[in-house]
């Protein structure tokens, strides 16, 4: 299938041509991850409204539903990453996730990317924000997942 872009991987405030793909933007990818946020959120409360339909009304806690929950946030990454490299919030920016190729991402390398996306988090973000300390614009889950984060120009077609 061949490489659909060219990665250019430049500073900030050099001009990408456009019909280069070119590293996303830490406010396009926080745009996405907000859209896929509601998306994740609906998802879990059709699943809550589903187990309290079956618990007879009653409300349903515990560690087995903070496990289902946390299932279906890391399915619904793994499952539209390893299609096509973008989420729906991805695919409203205009940013996909490719590998330092320009390919898709394996599996592994997703795999790597969830969990270290996680430790972004959990360390107030610092890893979010290590996208202005890098050389090539890189959070530290495109690092250590050897994957990209390419805002797609709108001449692109699929």
Do not use: C
């Not at 859209?35 to 309290?52: P, R, S």
């Not at 991805?90 to 320009?102: L, N, P």
Request: positive net charge; aromatic residues 12%; hydrophobic residues 45%.
């Amino acid at each position: 299938m061949g490489v659909p872009f060219v990665l250019q991987t430049t500073l900030a405030n050099s001009k990408p041509s456009s019909e280069a793909a070119y590293p996303a933007g830490l406010g396009r990818r926080l745009g996405a991850g907000l859209y896929d946020g509601l998306l994740i959120v609906a998802l879990w409360m059709g699943t809550l409204f589903i187990g309290v339909l079956i618990n007879s009304g009653e409300a349903i806690s515990g560690a087995g539903v903070q496990m289902l929950l946390l299932a279906e946030l890391l399915v619904f990454y793994l499952y539209f990453w390893s299609r096509d490299g973008q989420t729906l919030g991805m695919t409203a920016w205009r940013i996909k996730v490719v590998d330092e190729t320009g390919r898709p991402p394996s599996f592994r390398q997703l795999i790597i990317r969830l969990i270290s996306a996680l430790l972004s988090w959990i360390s107030l973000g610092i890893g979010y924000l290590w996208f202005y300390v890098g050389k090539r614009q890189q959070t530290w889950h495109d690092q250590l997942s050897k994957t990209l984060v390419v805002h797609i120009p709108k001449s692109h077609r699929r």
